[in-house]
DNA sequence: AACTAACCGAGACGGTACGTCTCGTCTTCGC
DNA sequence: GCGAAGACGAGACGTACCGTCTCGGTTAGTT
């Protein structure tokens, strides 16, 4: 987190510091990504003004617009910090069993709902922002990408997956079930939708023929 | 289309109609329409304002405010009379062909990525409004999963699809890809990602063994 | 009353009736009439609009259009009904009795305040617009003045004014004492100020000598 | 001016003043004077709308808002920084030089008719007003009644005025009759006028015989 | 009796201004 | 120089009325 490196819609935390200068406030830093996490549970995305953030932590609305380019850049952080700590590795030793972990884990945290909005504002946002789009692509989805594909990887060198399969395709459309279904149909993303989906998968990549699953 | 019934978010169509009163320009009704269309071409979502629909239809505020609770209820009229036009129900006598045409075609409509915006920033506000969230699933989603449906029903029926597949995931998985890669990913729905899905579904769900992909 | 004549801020009534037209109704006619008058009783000049007379009245705003130039003739009219009836000429056989029964009265008119806001907001929009003055000074100040200068006229012929008096300055200081008074001071018109506008007159204008009030 | 103390249509300037807060802005406040100055002597006082001062004065509108209660909070402090320089005493040793002295200046103010639909304005507002009447009051009418109050009351220790007199009534009068010839007669204020009240004040409360005021 | 024009109620229309809200910037202090 | 406070120019919000315009429906007079 604390702007963790290069991100192009924080600021930079104030490199070669000037004599004198107080450097970037760590208090302020992290009110301010508690006031927007606390509010965008509260209200929607729309609603979720700069000032209200900014009155709601106790801060100058300069302070925040020195540090983050826009509210979007703020909620990202925040929604970034919250989805780092939830993906896990899960290794059980088979791909199914990874997979069904992985599912549960990530559709536990879809159906905590109160990220929706925030989610799928920034989303909207995105689409007319590049950086922001580069940024929602790069702090929301691409660490579970990267889970997702070492699980396939390894259900394919265990060999419980076919080789030729193409593991984007598949990444892409059980992701794209998950946020299809919660956030255009708001559906439930409950346990048979799980197996539903890794029956699926098994039955068009998997190494045993699919005949087990109707047998014909 | 011309508030076809009974959508909440309008207003009705001068309900009623004490004796007397002028009923609802039509010309007003187009213009607004075309208005908002043509501006969520042009900038952001969050910058088509009332008051620009209203000066660009050459139309006073209230107008718009007598026939719509909000903006997003205009855009979703506008939006929905883009897509009503354009899902036509294929029938080349086989499941792969139908379905090639079909992605083919709906891939077609979000390549012409002209309503990203839109779409994306209507996602979003139904997150947080039950009435526009159940508006989107009707007037935007509903026509196209009838249609895929119907395609599908057809394989099954046909038996180029096995009869135990659950309908729904595949079709969440079908869409879900699609939404994921435009909206989230921003990666292109080329020939080859529309190939790769048809063979997913195949492998997944068809009748024929997979096997020629691994001989086994 | 009835448009009595070639008010211009009215537009007639209906003259030169064609075959089959219906004349103007009177019921319509009385009932805005009253409406304005309540309405300018209840609230600031600037609230009593068209629209809520219409509403009052249940009259359609055109018919107030038709026959009205604006809400500050139709306001004009219903002030000038109520002012018409109130100016009786008295006639007690002496200048000192008529001028305190013209006074006594036109006061008791001030007094009862309710009229006050229109006639002001009639007095400010008659600061721009020469019609709406003219009317001000022929159907609320005239009546009153033709009263004044025989009241006036009469002490002369019988030697209880002095001839050579302007007669023209008398009458704006007494009727200017009593709307300054009303209208900026927003002092009472009591008896005291009447008795001291009479003893200032008779002392400037009265053939006996004002020694009786400082004998010197 | 400036706000100079304790007007209630004024909000205050600046109050308190928490550590750090940027105070009122002396440009953006006489910018807004200047251009309601400016617009007042342009267009009817009801086109005078706070938008067009801000558009003026290139504010933006809540800067009005922040420290005027209203439009006429705003004309009333206009007006009043108009009237307050223009009232001298004047002092040539006798009271019926003051006395013209003093209406002469009066006059040319009211004859610059420029402020005329302001003021009016502002008096049919302050009818439903109690604050903004209070105001027009203290800050339009007083300065002027304490000028002619000392003229009078000079005139009285001069011996040229009878003791007697109740100074409050002939000082409702000449101002009366002034008020009423600008605003409800729309009559010219010219020397004869002033001649004409002059003499009627001598007659009326001069301690020489009201009969040399003619002949002689 | 049928015709017919104007009046009537109702209210939608293109507009203007309202007073409020939030934006992102700028200014001033105190630490 | 950072951080708080908050004034500033800007402009959209949703509402209230403006004055105009169309609707049917009603109401007298001719014909």
């Known amino acids: 987190m604390e702007g963790d490196g290069n991100n192009p819609l924080d600021k930079g935390s104030a490199p070669a510091v000037s004599p004198g200068a107080t450097r970037r406030s760590k208090r302020a830093h992290e009110a301010i990504l508690n006031a927007a996490a606390e509010l965008i549970h509260e209200r929607p995305y729309s609603d ?7 009155a709601r932590a106790g801060v100058g609305k300069q302070t925040i617009y020195r540090w983050w380019t826009s509210k979007a850049a703020v909620l990202m952080e925040a929604c970034a910090a919250m989805v780092a700590r939830e993906v896990p590795l899960p290794d059980n030793g088979s791909f199914v069993l990874d997979l069904r972990d992985y599912l549960q884990h ?4 879809f159906e905590n709902q109160l990220s929706r909005p925030a989610i799928a504002g920034l989303l909207a946002e995105a689409q007319c922002n590049a950086e922001l789009a580069r940024a929602f692509q790069d702090r929301l989805l691409m660490q579970r990408r990267t889970v997702l594909r070492t699980i396939l990887e390894r259900g394919v060198s265990r060999g419980e997956l076919r080789p030729g399969v193409d593991l984007d395709v598949i990444m892409d459309m059980i992701h794209g079930a998950l946020w299809y279904r919660t956030l255009l149909l708001k559906a439930p993303l409950d346990e048979a939708f ?8 098994m039955a068009g990549s998997g190494t045993r023929p699919p005949g087990n699953a109707a047998p014909d």
Do not use: L, P, R
């Open 48 to 54: 979720v003004c700069i000032e209200a953030i900014a």
């Open 106 to 109: 990530i559709c536990a945290f």
């Open 194 to 201: 799980i197996e539903n989906i890794i029956a699926q998968v």
